[in-house]
């Protein structure tokens, strides 16, 4: 199994790479267009500010190449938050993958919101074998609102999408690789799409 | 539901846990990635990882500390002590660490906490804030709590939250090892006033004190050593009685 990493300097390369570790896969980071377009599987990290991101993916031009990948591509946090239209932080326009809007979590809850919240709703192949108000890892302070790509929702001040999916594109708001064994059978999960 | 976050802290030096570990069924009660995986495996929601490592040679075994961590463990953790620049922070995030817990140099030169935030995002930068109360004052201390500053807890958390902290570690010296409870009347004032998280730190001895902290002190997290490492408290029996207290834990 081939997995890429998309290396674009903003994300806990790490940490993912760890994760596919424990997994027994020896995933690589990579922003040649070449390696990317020809791996089995794809990660799209993003840790950060999202339109320095955004910024530095048309720097690499990856910001063409990733929407016309046609491998299972997984978007984790800001990741999959620049791949929707678009997202209020730093007014940055996205990749426009998945048809939603990116928020800002208002006034009446702690921003970032951090630490464990369920995920529900489940719909997708990528949560088989993952029992519906599972825990996982949450780490941000914007959210894409509840809409149609949706394949699970959290709530946290409001219901909103906690994963998506179009395609073959998917993306979770949640850390799976933070996310204990829950979170390891969703990278499981992803490699056996 | 978010959940109430229970962390256990360990201390270490020069690449060993210290201040006394007691786990019968570790083969080695020193090693943190050890202690790490059986907190990990019994509920424990995320970990804090001290470096009380004073030497040169005690801080690159704590970078090798923490890539050993980062491959084992798969919950979040924080890495803290010492760290007072842009690399160190680039070095231990580079290692694995998720997030990084900055104290005495953060009092030292406050932009630091802006740059952090701008380069790593806010979610990685914690604020750890030591404070005693003295006359009724919550005075901010130096050093591990050996120095006192001019500095009032309440005024120094609002501007860490303002150049861009994402939690808040509060540790009550005057609760800290005492195993009498949390200071509770203060983490609610910082809760109120701030609208970032905060990690209550200092005094838990048993489970009713974790039910106050999150009730009384409207904590979002709590962090706990002795009672954890000598298994006063196992951390899934808390989570049960806090679980009877309507109090949202993740099993």
């Known amino acids: 199994m081939n997995v890429v990493i998309v290396d674009y ?14 997994l027994g896969v020896d995933a690589v980071h990579s922003r040649n267009i070449e390696i990317l377009k ?3 599987k794809i990660i799209f990290p993003g840790v950060g500010e999202a339109s ?8 690499s031009g990856l910001d063409q190449v990733i929407p016309e990948l046609k491998q299972p591509v997984l978007g984790i946090c800001l990741g999959m938050q620049l791949m929707c239209n678009y997202t209020e932080e730093g007014n940055t326009k996205g990749l426009e993958i998945f048809d939603v809007d990116v928020k800002r979590f208002k006034t009446g809850v702690k ?10 709703d489940l719909k997708s192949d990528l949560f088989k074998n993952i029992k519906d108000l ?11 609102a509840y809409c149609e790509a949706m394949i699970a929702t959290a709530n946290y001040e409001y219901l909103y999408a906690s994963a998506l999916k179009k395609d073959n594109f998917y993306g979770v708001q949640f850390h799976p690789e933070k996310s204990s064994v829950a979170g390891e059978q969703i990278l499981k999960n992803f490699l056996e799409l | 539901m978010l959940t109430k976050r229970i962390i256990p802290c360990l201390d270490i030096k020069n690449g060993r846990t210290v201040k006394g570990v007691n786990f019968v069924e570790l083969r080695d009660a020193g090693d943190p990635v050890e202690l790490a995986r059986r907190y990990a495996k019994f509920g424990a929601d995320e970990l804090v990882f001290l ?5 040169i040679e005690g801080r690159k075994t704590m970078r090798n500390m923490v890539a050993n961590i980062a491959q084992h463990i798969n919950i979040p953790f924080t ?3 010492g ?10 995030l580079h290692c694995g660490a998720d997030k990084v817990s900055i104290n005495s140099s953060a009092i030292k030169r406050p932009d630091l906490i802006n740059e952090l935030s701008d380069k790593f995002g806010n979610q990685c930068v914690v604020i750890a804030i030591d404070a005693k109360q003295i006359e009724g004052e919550w005075t901010v201390h130096l050093a591990g709590g050996t120095i006192p500053t001019q500095m009032n807890l309440f005024d120094w958390a609002e501007e860490v939250e303002g150049r861009g902290a994402g939690e808040i570690l509060f540790t009550s010296m005057n609760n800290d090892g005492t195993k009498t409870g949390f200071a509770n009347d203060a983490l609610a004032k910082l809760s109120e006033t701030l609208n970032i998280p905060i990690i209550a730190s200092g005094g838990a001895g048993n489970a009713q004190h974790f039910i106050d902290v999150f009730k009384e002190g409207k904590a979002d997290a709590a962090i706990a050593a002795s009672v954890f490492h000598f298994g006063e408290i196992e951390i899934l029996d808390l989570k049960k009685e806090l679980k009877n207290n309507n109090i949202e834990v993740r099993f």
Do not use: C
Not at chain 2, 51 to 55: E, K, N, V, Y
């Open chain 1, 9 to 22: 300097g903003a994300g806990n390369i790490k940490s993912i790479q760890f994760a596919f570790k424990r």
């Open chain 1, 38 to 40: 020809t791996a089995d």
């Open chain 1, 52 to 59: 320095s991101a955004m910024t530095m993916l048309k720097e």
């Open chain 1, 111 to 120: 921003v970032p919101q951090m630490g464990w919240n369920t995920i529900t």
């Open chain 1, 134 to 144: 599972e825990f996982m890892y949450f780490v941000h302070s914007y959210y894409a």
């Open chain 2, 51 to 55: 470096d009380i490592s004073a030497t």
């Open chain 2, 79 to 81: 890495v803290g002590g």
């Open chain 2, 83 to 92: 760290i007072s620049s842009i690399a160190d922070v680039d070095d231990l």
